[in-house]
């Protein structure tokens, strides 16, 4: 009869056994499950750590308090800065051009040229333009040098195919044009002198006033 008890109360005894350790596996699994999560929950935190939610915490304004702060504190103005003055190259004033000079054609050196001709019983010289022009050429080009030199005179008269004889007379009067004056120089010299009743036909006159007052005299004979 005992040994019919048995069987039942050991059954009961596995089983009770079996029950105790289900429930010690379910708090296993339930332990695992709710730690998972956590464990989530901890790595998360730590990747957001530096940025601290505004609101909360015993040291910080309340929210309304710092809208307002914010609202009355005016803004800063922007400040205009000036801008550095350009200085304007200063370009120095051009020289002045000088005064071209002043001509002076057909002056009275060739009426007393033809006086002293007269005196000497010599016919009187014809005026012709192109020994006038190659004059003026020859008194404009001392005007600008500064001093009297001879300079192809005597060829340029050749060219207006008067004779195949020329001559020339130059000089300069520092007071300005004085045609008396240069006339009793030519004749005191005996080169000048010989030119003026030398065998000509022709002559041109022209003087060419310097910016300096100083007068250049040209005499061409062909």
Not at 18 to 45: D, E, F, R, T, Y
Not at 88 to 104: D, L, M, Q, S
Not at 163 to 186: L, S
Request: include cysteine.
């Amino acid at each position: 009869m005992n040994l019919g008890i048995r069987p039942v109360s050991l059954m009961r005894t596995l089983l009770s056994r079996s029950g105790l350790v289900g429930v010690m596996l379910l708090a296993v699994l339930v332990l695992g499950h709710s730690a998972s999560p956590q464990h989530a929950l901890l790595a998360q935190s730590a990747s957001i750590t530096g940025f601290p939610i505004p609101g909360t915490g015993p040291d910080l304004e309340p929210l309304p308090r710092q809208l307002a702060r914010l609202l009355a504190t005016p803004s800063p103005q922007p400040q205009a800065i000036a801008a550095p003055a350009v200085r304007g190259t200063v370009r120095p004033k051009p020289a002045p051009i000088p005064a071209p000079p002043r001509v002076a054609v057909g002056t009275g050196q060739w009426g007393l040229i033809n006086q002293d001709r007269q005196a000497a019983g010599l016919a009187p010289l014809q005026w012709s333009p192109c020994l006038a022009n190659v004059a003026t050429g020859q008194a404009a080009r001392m005007a600008a040098q500064g001093y009297i030199s001879h300079a192809n005179g005597r060829s340029l008269d050749l060219g207006c195919r008067l004779g195949p004889r020329t001559g020339e007379n130059i000089g300069f009067q520092g007071g300005g044009i004085n045609d008396a004056a240069m006339n009793a120089w030519f004749m005191g010299d005996a080169p000048h002198r010989a030119n003026i009743l030398g065998p000509y036909h022709y002559v041109g006159v022209a003087w060419v006033l310097a910016p300096n007052g100083t007068a250049y005299l040209a005499v061409e004979f062909g």
